[in-house]
């Protein structure tokens, strides 16, 4: 039951030196507090290594924002009161003495009802000891309530989550622990479920009868920057499939829930997690396939290759690409393939899903050697967020062929409202209690057990031909043959074409 007091509390960040709470965090609460999202009740405790002074600390949340392009009132100052800074140290028990004394004081100061939610936006080698820490020194034990937000990697493969899980468990019940896929805070990703469930034409349609295949792709134009150290350790497979990707996949292929309660979401997207074919480690070859990004010519700038990033090792085999033909195992989707592919230095940022619609039983208008089209429903995440329909339509003219249609819905062309930062909306989930667009342990568990199998193959093999992709290009062809043995091709991501075949 949420309460008034249900959004007053203590927000206390692991790393607030860092880049993720400069970037998402500050800007995030300051929207939240303009919007009256944050009751005048909340404080935030900054805690990290550095010997920061509120001072300093205050100063450098307000250059956060002012940097984010929000609207900065004149005055910001009665925000930054509610901001403290601990120079923290995650292994010395003083320390959580230090932040219990502290989150204390500000419950007085602001009436909070010591209500606490701990943020980890920190290295994830330290989230279970402090979860440890935090417990064993009492700053849990509150007569308000508790959330631990949890950022990404979740473990390295499934039994490192299964660690990092079990230790967290140790201080956190599973409702406590809100693991963030900042996916789910997209606003288009959060719309699947609503074009689908709220929308008599999609509905009957969503299934192996009428869909011929899906299509996801999340391309960046980016490359590893700064992070090379911990990309390369990482990889695509761990970077976005295991997470985002699957995410998505489970949205698109999820039974509608009974009703939109969390734990009724989670459930069905649980039961399409379980539904992915595993594969022997001889099947992955042929539905899996990886790239590395070479040198190339992106937004006009010759760029270099993987190998020759900051801190990654110059014979690396870590994969910077990609693609994936995923096979759901149920009555709704058997026999339709999900493809996926993300990949960084691509040609541009860009993530769409294509959900293409099986040919009619027959053609009236075949012309010699024109096809018709197939129906696609495209759904745009980003950059533009909206949805496209395409049709067929009657060739203006006499000669009575048929032409493809495409009708837009661009929900951020509209200037009503700017769309949410994903992790605004993911802190406010947060603060008011509603776990929906956070991840299950039993779906990241599921998620981690499908790629490690892929990941395990890999590691025991060499790719003789890295790089295989050019900067700046869509991936390495191999990734179209994925599609092509199938009778199937990408369709293109750029705005401008037009999706004829
Ligand atoms: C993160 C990955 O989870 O997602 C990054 O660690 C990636 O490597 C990012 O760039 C992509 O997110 P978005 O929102 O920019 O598509």
Known sequence: ?????????????????????????????????????LSSNFAVVGAARREWSNDTFRRNVATSIQESKIDVDQDINEFLNHFHYLSFDVTNTESYTN??????????????????????????????????????????????????????????????????????????????????????????????????????????????????????????????EDRGGYYDHAGALRDMVQNHMLQMVALLAMEPPNRLTTEEIRTEKIKALRALRPMTPNEVDSYFVRGQYGRGIVNENTVNGYREEGNVDPKSKTETFVAGKLVIDNFRWAGVPFYIRTGKRMTEKSTK????????????????????????????????????????????????????????????????????????????????????????????????????????VWENSTPTDFPNYESGSMGPKIADKLLADDGFHWWPITDESDYTI
């Open 99 to 224: 932040l219990n004394d502290l989150i204390t004081n500000l419950d007085e100061e602001f009436s909070i009802p010591e209500n606490r939610i701990f943020y980890m936006a920190m290295a994830p080698q330290f989230f279970g000891t402090i979860a440890s820490y935090l417990k064993a020194n009492g700053v849990t034990n509150t007569t308000g309530w508790n959330r631990l937000i949890i950022e990404k990697p979740f473990g390295h493969n499934y039994e490192s989550a299964q660690k990092l899980n079990d230790d967290l468990r140790e201080a956190f019940t599973e409702d406590e622990i809100y693991r963030i896929d900042h996916y789910l805070g997209k606003e288009m990703v959060q719309n699947i479920e609503v074009i689908r469930f709220a929308n008599a034409i999609f509905e009957p349609l969503w299934n192996n009868r009428y869909i011929s295949n899906i299509q996801i792709t999340s391309s960046e134009s980016l490359g590893v």
């Open 353 to 456: 899903i294509v959900i293409q619609f099986k040919n009619l039983p027959m053609n009236l208008y075949y012309k010699s050697k024109e096809e018709m089209h197939p129906n696609l429903l495209i759904i745009h995440i980003q950059p533009d967020e909206g949805i496209s329909i395409v049709l067929n339509g009657k060739k203006i003219g006499l000669s009575g062929e048929t032409n493809p249609v495409k009708l837009d819905f661009c929900s951020s062309c509209q200037d009503v409202v700017n769309t949410p930062e994903a992790y605004e909306k993911l802190l406010n989930d947060c603060i008011i209690g509603d776990a929906t667009n956070f991840t299950h342990w039993d779906e990241v568990a599921l998620s981690w057990s499908f790629v490690d199998i892929i990941s395990k």
């Open 1 to 37: 039951m949420k309460t008034d007091s249900a959004n007053k509390c203590v927000i206390v960040i692991f790393g607030a030196t860092g880049d993720l709470a400069k970037r998402k965090l500050f800007p995030s609460i300051y929207n939240l507090y303009k919007k009256g999202k």
